[in-house]
């Protein structure tokens, strides 16, 4: 591999996603989702972009798609970073956002924020990870797992780097104790 810059600036986009009775979402952080954010070549795979994630700090990765079911994770943030195809997610629960997302794009989800593969091309394909490599949990908005669910999502510290840009990253100035 050539050396290249794997980042360029990308347009932010930020929304708070508030507790819609069924999933507590996260009504402090927002999400952020950088478009375009990886400059990927075509013969460049998931590991260019699990290495990028792990030199922020931000590990435990796996490569997939995203759930076609709601879910969350109330005990650590999560990172997304598409490196294949296209797909609608449905952040927030049944009355959430849709966003479309493709190869470069990187979504940050705060712990709490329920996500949704609505479509996705047959060549979908997402690298995840979590803040100092922390471990999830999964929830999916069924009875009795909020009390916990937000005594977890409540004790989520802030990571100290922004997935794409470290220490100089929006997600550094956008989400404050």
Sequence with gaps: MNKHDLVQEAYEVFQVMEDDGTFPNNAKLPVIIYKGAFLLRPDESEAVVIAHFE?????????????????????????????????????????????????????????????????????????????????YDMNYGIQG???????NIAAVSIPETDPVYGNEGPLCSKWKN
């Design 55 to 135: 030199r922020q700090n931000w590990r435990n990765a796996w490569t997939n798609g995203v759930f076609d079911y709601h879910h969350y994770h109330s005990n650590t943030h999560e990172v997304m970073g598409v490196i294949s195809g296209t797909a609608d997610l449905i952040l927030g629960g049944e009355s959430g956002v849709c966003v479309e997302v493709k190869r470069g794009d990187v979504i940050i989800l705060p712990a709490g924020v329920a996500h949704k593969c609505l479509k996705s091309s047959d060549d979908f394909s997402v690298v995840g990870a979590y803040p100092e490599g922390e471990n």
């Design 145 to 151: 797992e909020r009390p916990k669910a937000d005594a």
